[in-house]
């Protein structure tokens, strides 16, 4: 177990240096740096705790194949309750945030896939 999360931070880290990288490079017009730092935090702990429910489910003995996409739903809904007092600004700087948000959530969902992919045999 310490092996994953060990794994998952360094992950997360590469993430954010890498996100961070390309915010200096792209210097993009209407994301701040806090903003760059919230997206990965609130992502990074949405993560962490679907990994938590998924193993607590797990050993619950939940066999379920719905149990990674119920899960992932309500990482969706959570997002997008982060997201709402954005969403509802309408402003450029609103969909270049959601892009931006959003390109992370994908990256992070792919790391989540291959975790379990990997760690599940």
Do not use: C, Q
Request: avoid cysteine; charged fraction near 15%; aromatic fraction near 22%.
């Amino acid at each position: 177990m310490f092996k994953k999360g060990l794994l998952l931070l360094i992950i997360a880290t590469a993430i954010f240096m890498l996100d961070f990288i390309l915010f200096n490079l792209l210097k993009f017009r209407n994301i701040t740096l806090p903003d760059v730092v919230y997206a990965n935090l609130f992502l990074l702990l949405l993560t962490i705790l679907f990994f938590a429910v998924y193993k607590w489910l797990k050993k619950r003995k939940t066999k379920s194949p719905f149990t990674f996409l119920s899960l992932s739903f309500l990482k969706m809904i959570l997002s997008l309750i982060f997201l709402f007092p954005v969403i509802f600004n309408n402003s450029d700087y609103s969909s270049s945030y959601i892009i931006h948000f959003f390109s992370l959530y994908f990256l992070y969902l792919f790391v989540e896939i291959i975790f379990l992919i990997k760690f599940s045999k």
